[in-house]
């Protein structure tokens, strides 16, 4: 499915999240600032969009991979990638998220952005997520969430029948964000996410709402 959209599917993000996708992404990338972190896995990185703001956004000498199941997504990535100079701290490795391919305590922090809601077994890659991570390492999660109770019907009528006609017109491929309504709304509250960020070895866990509660950023502290 992400490969049948990989061409075009940073104009999708951009025409249906109305520009605010490039804003939840930035808060992420300060977010992963204030930690200092030296090497750092954007896990889903999809076309690369995450790995590059964080490229921009850390000092130079952080080592950045890029990490995603679907091959077709990170040619997108290298192919954006390809001439930027400023991007030269950035490597894209296809992954499984469920069978990372990296050693343990690899990692002073793990971001993912939108990438969750697709994983098959959530809580084996979020204890992926910690085992690759170092003693005191962070997680990032960039994920849809569930909106202010009075926003909702508003949201869903959106998410559930306008989304996928206009996915049709950027993409071409209506059944790819028939899905995406079906996941989000099925993905577990903040507090929800919290406890399985727990429950798979994180502490400090904590989720910031964003845009009426529709997105939220989840962090947690590895502590194994």
Sequence with gaps: ??????ARYDLANHVLSGGMDVKWRQRMVWAVRRAQPRDVLDLATGSGDVAFALSDGLVPETRIVGADFCQPMLDEAVRKQAGQMR???????????LALPF????????TIAFGLRNMADRHRALTEMARVLRPQGRVYILEFSQPYRWFSPFYYAYLLRLCPWMAQLATGEKSAYEYLGGSIE????RPELGSELVRAGFAQ?????MTLGIVALHEGVSVK
Excluded: I, L
């Design 87 to 97: 991007w030269s701290n950035v490597e894209f490795r296809q992954g499984d998220g």
């Design 186 to 189: 099925s993905f577990p509250s």
């Design 103 to 110: 050693p343990d305590r690899t990692f002073d922090a793990v």
């Design 205 to 209: 866990v904590a989720a910031t709402p």
């Design 1 to 6: 499915m992400f490969g049948r959209v990989a």
